[in-house]
Structure formats: structure tokens, C-alpha cells
């Protein structure tokens, strides 16, 4: 009887390090697939806070996270089963897919450039100045993000395509649960940062209101840096997207291009090698994502927005 309990002790002990092992690879594999989208996260982290500025404070957070309700039920119930279904029964359409949404994200930053040096920013600033109801401001970030939570998801999904298909559902929801947690707690902390500064400003200690003082004065310098840095991050990830579903769909030229620009460029550095061929890539891929969503802004101004321009003007 001693025997067969320390057998079972023994068999209970190896299948506990076995889950611990398959919790340790679960890990590691969602933090490898949460890095490798985290150009999108930049972005969502940097659009977010755009929804609420200009609304009560005391309506910030409620709004941030109705929206981050929606972030979650548009990663787990419609994004996380349409893409292991996809993985599972129809593999090469993920490239594509995912080459669609590079293409998105090009279209996106790239018309925000447009914009910014165009003029039309002014013009789309002061459309905005009209602020809609709190159920439409959230209703259309769910929208926005719904694109950018496709985007992240489908990048993860690559990154652990090879994994068994409960493994990769489980870390999918990792992902989205981890992601969604971040995104929208910095997203909070930034809303609120002004707030919080304005209550520092106010203590008696000098060097705690100069602080607080700081963090008021930086918070526009913050959002305009996170809008730059959103943007930058649109154009690398959807021009790394493409550039590498080009390569896997067997049109080589452009990839090993940027591929010889980096081995070139790290070659040449020495012990900065690493660095600098890392950069030389994410720099081959911005300018990669911007013609590309230099192109698709072009198209689109030539058909649906011009269709909906002349039609309001018909009107």
C-alpha cells in the first residue's frame, strides 16, 4: 500500500512539473507573441485617449473602461474563434489576412501624415469640437479597435501557429487578457495624469506642487509625443507585415533587400551591430509602410472619399 502511494505522490509530482513546464512555455510564448505586436499596442495606447479628451473628468474612466469591455469582447468572442478556426482549417489565408490589416495600419498612419501636412487636421479638429454622446464616443472605439485588436491577435497567432491548437488558445487568451489590461490601465494613468497633477500643485511641500505642476504642463507635450509615436508604429508594423508576407508568399526581392540593408549595416557597427540592424529594418519597413499607405490613401481619395464628398455636396 506505501508503495503504490509513493508511486502515486511520484505520479502526481511529474504531472505537476509537467503543468508547471507547459504554464512556464505558455508564458514565454504569449510574451513572445505580446512583443512582437506591441507596435499595434503603442498605437491602441496612443489613439485611446483621444475618445475622451474634452469630457468631464468624472466621466473619463467610466468611458475608458466601457470601451475596454469591448476591447475584451471583440478579442475573445468574435477575433480569438474566427482565427483558431482559421488556423485550423485554413492556415494559408492568415498571411493575407494579416497583409490586409499591414495594409490598414499603412492607410492609417499614412493619412494621418496627410492630414497633419495638408491642413486637414485643423479641419477635422474643429468637426470634432462638437462632442457626440457618451454611447457613440464608445461605440466607435470599440469600432477603431476592433481593427487594431485584430491586428494583435493575428500577429500573436503567428508567432505560435506551430503550437497545439488548446496551447494556442490558451495563449490567445493570455494575450488578450494581458494586452487589454495594459492598454487601457497606461490609457487611465494618462487621462488622469493631469488630474492627478492638479492635486499634487495643490500640496504644501514645494517640491511636490513644482511636480505636479510639471506633470500639467507636460500632459499635451505627452499626447502629441504618443500621437507621433502611434504613428511611426502604424507605418513600421504594417510595413514589417507586408514585408514579410511578401517574402512568405514567394515575392522575395523586397525582403532581401532590407534583409542585406540590415546584415550590411550590422556588419559595419561592430559591437552596435545588433542595434543598428535593427533599426535599419524598422526603418526599411517604415519607409516600405508609408508608400504603401501613401498609395492606398490616393485611392481611397479618388473613390470613396470623393463619392462622399460629391454626395454631400449634391445635398
Same mark, same amino acid.
Given at each position: ?81 474566427? %482565427? ?15 497583409? %490586409? ?69 490558451? %495563449? ?15 490609457? +487611465? ?28 504642463? +507636460? ?10 509615436? *502611434? ?18 508568399? +514567394? ?25 543598428? *540592424? ?5 526603418? *526599411?519597413?517604415?519607409?516600405? +509602410?508609408?508608400?504603401?499607405?501613401? %498609395? ?20
Amino acid at each position: 500500500m506505501a508503495g503504490g502511494l509513493v508511486a502515486l505522490l511520484d505520479d502526481v509530482a511529474v504531472l505537476a512539473r509537467a503543468a508547471a513546464a507547459s504554464i512556464d512555455d505558455i508564458g514565454a510564448a504569449a510574451g513572445r507573441a505580446s512583443i512582437k505586436a506591441a507596435g499595434v499596442v503603442v498605437d491602441d495606447t496612443a489613439v485611446t485617449p483621444q475618445y475622451v479628451h474634452g469630457l468631464n473628468a468624472d466621466r473619463e474612466l467610466p468611458i475608458i473602461r466601457k470601451i475596454a469591455l469591448g476591447s475584451l469582447r471583440n478579442k475573445l468572442l468574435i477575433i480569438l474563434p474566427a %482565427i483558431l478556426l482559421l488556423s485550423q482549417f485554413l492556415p494559408f489565408l492568415l498571411t493575407p489576412i494579416l497583409m %490586409i490589416g499591414g495594409a490598414y495600419l499603412c492607410y492609417e498612419g499614412a493619412e494621418k501624415i496627410w492630414h497633419r501636412f495638408s491642413g486637414h487636421a485643423e479641419e477635422h479638429a474643429s468637426v470634432e469640437d462638437a462632442m457626440p454622446d457618451e454611447k457613440t464616443i464608445v461605440s466607435g472605439a470599440v469600432r477603431t479597435d476592433f481593427i487594431l485588436s485584430a491586428e494583435i491577435m493575428v500577429i500573436s497567432l503567428n508567432e505560435v501557429a506551430s503550437e497545439a491548437f488548446v496551447s494556442r488558445a490558451i %495563449i490567445l487568451i493570455v494575450v488578450a487578457l494581458g494586452i487589454t489590461v495594459l492598454v487601457y490601465g497606461v490609457v +487611465g494613468l494618462i487621462v488622469k495624469m493631469d488630474d492627478i497633477g492638479l492635486s499634487l500643485a495643490q500640496r504644501s511641500g514645494k517640491g511636490v506642487a513644482a511636480f505636479g505642476r510639471g506633470l500639467v504642463k +507636460g500632459m499635451p507635450k505627452l499626447l502629441t509625443g504618443l500621437t507621433v509615436v *502611434g504613428t511611426a508604429a502604424m507605418l513600421w508594423v504594417g510595413g514589417h507585415i507586408i514585408l514579410l508576407g511578401t517574402d512568405e508568399l +514567394g515575392f522575395h526581392p523586397l525582403y532581401e533587400f532590407v534583409h542585406h540593408l540590415e546584415e550590411a549595416a550590422h556588419d559595419a557597427t561592430g559591437a552596435l551591430g545588433g542595434v543598428v *540592424g535593427w533599426l535599419v529594418n524598422t526603418l *526599411g519597413s517604415a519607409i516600405l +509602410g508609408l508608400i504603401v499607405g501613401a %498609395i492606398v490613401v490616393l485611392v481611397m481619395s479618388l473613390t470613396v472619399h470623393r463619392k462622399k464628398k460629391d454626395g454631400a455636396a449634391a445635398h
